[in-house]
């Protein structure tokens, strides 16, 4: 099994930055990816970005594209988003993903995709 924690949410001003990082412990692995998602309340979880393990190939859903940078320290088990120029529309409960195998020049946008899944933190980001 795979553990994954969030942290570094919280509350920022719109225009403002913020970084949420996630790290995995247990049975971790030396391949696939991890990523990102967020949900807005009432809304359903969206994909935000995803980075494969080696950190060579990166995605990012449109409305994050250009202001959020995905990346990650495998010597830590560590994925990092940081988000930069947020509007009050990122605020969500952000959610660290992982999948164990990664195809190259896939993108996996989809929730289905993912083995793992973190708790969750907010953000929120006020106008």
């Known amino acids: 099994q795979v553990q994954l924690v969030e942290s570094g949410g919280g509350l920022v001003q719109a225009g403002g930055s913020l970084r949420v990082s996630c790290t995995a412990s247990?049975?971790?692995?030396?391949?696939?990816?991890m990523g990102w998602f967020r949900q807005a309340p009432g809304k359903e979880r969206k994909f935000v970005a995803v980075?494969?393990?080696?950190?060579?190939?990166?995605y990012y859903a449109d409305s994050v594209k250009g202001r959020f940078t995905i990346s990650r320290d495998n010597a830590k088990n560590t994925v990092y988003l940081q988000m930069n120029v947020l509007k009050p529309e990122d605020t969500a409960v952000y959610y660290c993903?992982?999948?164990?195998?990664?195809?190259?020049?896939?993108?996996?946008?989809?929730?289905?995709?993912?083995?793992?899944w973190g708790q969750g933190t907010q953000v929120t980001v006020s106008s």
């Open positions: 980075i494969s393990w080696s950190g060579s190939t990166t």
């Open positions: 993903t992982a999948r164990r195998t990664y195809l190259s020049g896939t993108f996996y946008y989809r929730s289905g995709h993912y083995d793992y």
């Open positions: 247990g049975s971790t692995f030396r391949s696939g990816a």
